[in-house]
């Protein structure tokens, strides 16, 4: 969590950026993301030539000689963000504009940087050399109050609480999908160090990054002491694609700061024909979206097949049968009309599930859970891709509160379903005797067909009613006589004093 002087320094910065006219926070956040690339351009870039040195390997600076510019040939040192950060605005401003941005787009065709693929189409667009300025002196203070923090993943944190400044949702009913219900989601799949992980509606890279974190935690020395997994985790697990180029330089960037090197994150419309994927991911983390604007005729026919609809949530659920490996498994949100839409399409999608896969779990999450940007109720759905069946058991859980208020304000709250969700999911054994009437429970397949595959928990969730007995009618009467004499004399009473 970023707290104190470190979060002031970043609501400070949002307010250089308000002041200086910059006011949508996409724009913001992607702004800041070019600066925190440029400085980290130069520190990896030093940490690099140490490294070397320490070794007595030779080494190249990016930023080495001279650097060819369009028709223009510069120093490269001048390129350095430890060089420029201290010229005049004015001469900073040109810099930035006329040879540091041009520089790191044409960084493309350098493998060694990670980052440059992200930023081939940069725009900069802070609108004076005095914002810049200010913008520039208070990261340098940023990145000095996160170097001297003793948390591990400062960085992290610092870019996590950017992030959370989206406080409205995008276009195509892109919102951000809270970081405790991401991580419980997780936690839950307990992904292994061999996993293929894939989010083919990334946005930021919330669950790619939450995996990730989840992985470096408990997995620590089987990934990191083993040369071949590392290599797998830097540069093979992780799989996002999105079709809001923003988004992408957003979502790699966080990646990027949570230690993950080279992400394959990628522009791509999951559900046209240009996405070629079959049976290649062992896991999907997803919250695709549920609405926004969908182009019907570049929609791959494999998923019209499974399912004919222009409905995104359903045709991405199909998606992620055909994307998933045989044995391969899904934790994905659905809002609440995808459990019991009526339509043909919504039939076939659950039957799909239930009938020629393995449906795990039902997670019926409170509408305010993605409060403030919208009050739609949700669920979470848990199956495994067999191709042949394998649903014997559902697992139902009621979802009531999670750890924060339901209103606006999400204000931190004792009640929390989480950690319970969690323990059940993991020991689904003890699940068995469970009642209908308890928060979790049990539902054979063969009632879930019965009931024409409807799979909201009200379907078979039981009410038990407590029997409230109350007193005679007589009884009643004969109290509420008693009380209007008693009311009567202390109004009596009261006049009285009133006399005096």
Partial sequence: MITGELKNKIDGLWDVFAAGGLVNPLEVIEQITYLMFIHDLDDSDNKRAKESAML????????????KIGDRTIDGSQLKWSVFHDYPADRMYTVMQEWVFPFIKSLHSDKDSAYSKYMDDAIFKLPTPLLLSKVVDLLDDIYALMNESQSVDVRGDVYEYLLSKIAQSGR?????????????????????????????????????????????EKRKEEIFFDKQKKDHYMNHMFHGYDMDRTMLRIGAMNMMTHGIGNPFIEYRDSLSDQNMDKEKYSLVLANPPFKGSLDAESVSADLLKVCKTKKTELLFLTLFLRILKVGGRCACIVPDGVLFGSSTAHKAIRKEIVDENRLEAVISMPSGVFK?????????????????????????????????????????????????????????????DRKRTDKSFMVPKKDIVDNDYDLSINKYKEVEYVPVEYPPTSEIMANIRELEKEISKEMDELERLLKQ
């Fill in 56 to 67: 007595g390997l030779p080494f190249k600076s990016i930023f080495s000689e001279e650097v």
């Fill in 372 to 432: 403030p940007y919208a009050g739609v109720s949700t669920a979470i759905l848990i199956f495994t891709k067999t191709g042949h069946g394998g649903t014997d058991n559902v697992w139902f859980y009621d979802m009531t509160a999670d750890g924060f208020s339901l209103d606006d304000k999400r204000s931190p709250v004792s009640e929390n379903d989480i950690p319970d969700i969690i323990e059940r999911f993991k020991n689904l054994g003890k699940e068995t």
């Fill in 172 to 216: 195509n009913g892109q919102f951000r999908t809270p970081r405790h219900i991401i991580r419980m989601m997780v936690e839950m799949m307990n992904p292994s160090a061999d996993e293929i992980i894939c989010d083919p509606a990334c946005g930021t890279s919330g669950f790619l990054v939450a995996a990730g974190e989840y992985l470096k």
